[in-house]
């Protein structure tokens, strides 16, 4: 994975934006205090998907 997003500038950008998201940021930080994966609300995670395809697929919003 480091090898894609940080791979150039483009990939690590759209990393960034990826991060700033809501959904993302509380399941990380649950994780990280919990040292454990969480689950969330069922559509936290399929939002989450969803903008990942995006991002990979570069149909993101720059």
């Not at 791979?7 to 700033?20: H, K």
């Not at 689950?39 to 939002?47: D, L, Q, S």
Request: with cysteine.
């Amino acid at each position: 994975m480091q090898w894609f997003w940080y791979g150039s500038d483009r990939p690590r950008e759209q990393f960034v934006r990826l991060c700033r998201d809501p959904d993302i940021q509380k399941i990380t930080w649950n994780a990280y205090m919990n040292n454990a994966l969480v689950r969330a609300r069922p559509m936290a995670h399929v939002r989450i998907f969803v903008k990942g395809l995006a991002h990979l697929a570069g149909l993101a919003r720059p």
